[in-house]
Each structure stands twice: as C-alpha cells, then as structure tokens.
C-alpha cells in the first residue's frame, strides 16, 4: 500500500508569503501592517489561546484592510500568478513523490494563489486543501473603508510585540506591548467586528492550526492508512499541531526551512535551497519506514547515500542538483533544538528574504 506525502505550500513548496506580499503591494505601508498583524496571531494562538482562534487566522484579520484598498478576487488571482517564486526543483520533486505516494498540499494560503501555484507545478487542484474566500462577496460603505484606512495606518505605527520566551498570559508581556495586544483586541473583536464587513471573521475560515490537523487526519482515514504511513512537510507555526498530530500517530515530521516553531515540534530539520532532498527523504520513507530515513540521516554523507537503494533518477538528480556539497539534514534533539532553531531560521531569510522569514 502506498505512503502519503503531505506538504504545507509556502516554505517548502513556494518562496511566497503570499498574504504578505498582496498586504504589502496593496495597502500603504502594508509590510508594516501585516508584520504587526501576523505576530499578534502568534500571541492569540500560542500564548493567550483565545478560545476558536488558531495560527494562521492573520489571513482573515487582513481581509477587511485588503477590501478597503480595492482588492478583488481578479486582483487576487493575476498578484498571485505574476509574484509566484517557487522553491528550485520543486516541480519535479512532486513528480517523483507522486510516484511513490499519495500526494498531497494542504495550505492556509488564499485559493488564488494555490490555483496559479497548481497550474505552474502540474498539480492536480483536487488534492489540496487551503483557505477559501470570495472577497468581492463582501460590501464596503465609505464610511467602514474610511475607517479601515484610519485603523490600517494606526497599526502600521505600532512596534512589533516581542514574545517573551514561556510566556503564559499577557502579564508576562512589557507594559508597552501589553497595551498593544489590548488596543488590537479592541480594533479587531469590537470595532472591526461590528462592521458589515466583520462578517468575515466568522465566514472564513483559514485551514491554520487545528484545520490543518484535522485535514491531515481525514485524508488518511479516506485512504485507509494509519498515521504513521504519513510523512508531513511543513515550515512555520500553522504546521505545529499537525507536526503533534502526525508525530503523535508515530508518522514522520519534516521540517523544510522552519522557524522556531517548526523546529520544536518536527522531527527531522532540512535546510536546503533545493526540493530534491524532500523527494529523497519521502522515497527512503515510502521504502524503508521512518526508521531508514533516521538512519540515513544520522549517517548523512555522500558515502551513504551513493549506497542507498532508491530510484536511481533521483539519486542522479539529486547529486546533479547538490553537487559537492549536500543540504544540512539533523535528526531534531533536546541537545540540539535551540542550534537548530537559530540556523534554520537564518537560512530561512536567505531563501525567503528577511521580511518573509521573520514572519511566524
């Protein structure tokens, strides 16, 4: 019976954030506001738990701030297509896993982008699962779009909350940004919520956190295979409770280019520019189970893996594409998290740029 492959989109697939760069494009001083915005996200989902909040519900909170600067569904989808910066052989990395597993991309990115994404890859849009929207939907009075401009540019001046580590509540927070989290509560669940255009919040529903699990876990039950024949890829902190999910069913967890989050939640962390060593990864695990692909990387070397019996045009493809030099591959440990966690994260901007990389 064959494994399933499943990938998060943004960071293992693509370069994008493609919520970020639509803010950034779109909306005066958008970098600002999404960066402010997004790591507020952080403090609702991993610190306060706000109650029916989860990571990767930023994508919702910036709806009303993207309608109120003229974005479309057709605005969406041409961005989308135009900005679309994929990870270097990713195309035929999904080639070759296709082969050998049941494939499959289950994203919080906006539908707009995951069609172009699909199109440019030659992947079948039935197997993914992301965060559906129909902005045009939604009506906007002149007096709501005022007021969403004024909110946009207020949170654009505000600095960027600083999590400090093991908080737990938001007295753990600086006083300063203590207010911050409290006027951003007021603007979203009071102000924003009490527009027309607040309907959004309860309409959408990005597939972040908890979703993403639960896709995870309905796919394996359609196919019939238990967690542990899947092997997960993901990169930031809306992968996190499928990384406990997946590993928790005693499946393989992967982390491509992951920040902090990533890193403390997967089992096996990848640094590369390059797809290549996902597809080999998946093809050890369809192969020889989770414990070949932890043998293989704890002996990762150019020895070891011109002795490894997969695929040759992979194998061909792979040292074609690495050269003298592999990617660094580590089994995740206690001893070794926080290293990890900081290389990770500074490779993470290289590939994807600092503003992007920094973003949970």
Known sequence: MKKVFISDCEG??????????????????????FTVISRYDDVLAEVVKKPGYKAGDTLKLIL???????????????????????????????????????????????????RALCQAINFPFKNVYCTKVKIDKYLLSQKERDKLRKLAAEIAKMPVIEIPKDASSIQDFPKQHQQIIRRLDEIFWEEIAKMEIGKVFNEVNPVGGREKAETVMQIAKNLGVNLSEVVYVGDSITDVEVFKTVRGGDGLTIS????????????????????????????????????????????????????????????????????????????????NMERLAKESIAFRKTVRGEAIGRLG
């Not at 370069?15 to 001083?29: G, I, M, Q, R, S």
């Not at 989308?80 to 499959?104: C, D, G």
């Open 12 to 33: 293992p697939i693509s370069k994008n954030d493609n919520a970020f760069e639509l803010t950034a494009h779109y909306v005066p001083n958008g970098e600002r506001l």
């Open 64 to 114: 009303p701030f993207l309608k109120a600067y003229g974005v479309t569904d057709r605005k969406m989808q041409n961005f989308s297509a135009k900005t679309l910066l994929l990870i270097s052989n990713v195309k035929e990395s999904l080639a070759f896993i296709r082969k050998v597993a049941h494939t499959f991309i289950v994203s919080t990115s906006y539908e707009h982008y995951i």
């Open 256 to 335: 491509f280019n992951g920040n902090e989050y990533a890193i403390r939640e997967a089992e096996i962390a990848i640094m590369s520019e390059k797809a290549l060593v996902t597809a080999l990864l998946t093809a050890v695990f369809c192969k020889f189970g989770k414990e070949g692909v932890f043998e293989l990387v704890n002996d990762w070397s150019f020895e070891r893996l011109r002795e490894l019996n997969v695929d040759t045009e992979l194998k061909n493809k792979f040292f074609e594409a690495y050269g003298e030099k592999l990617p660094q591959v580590e089994v995740v440990t206690a001893a």
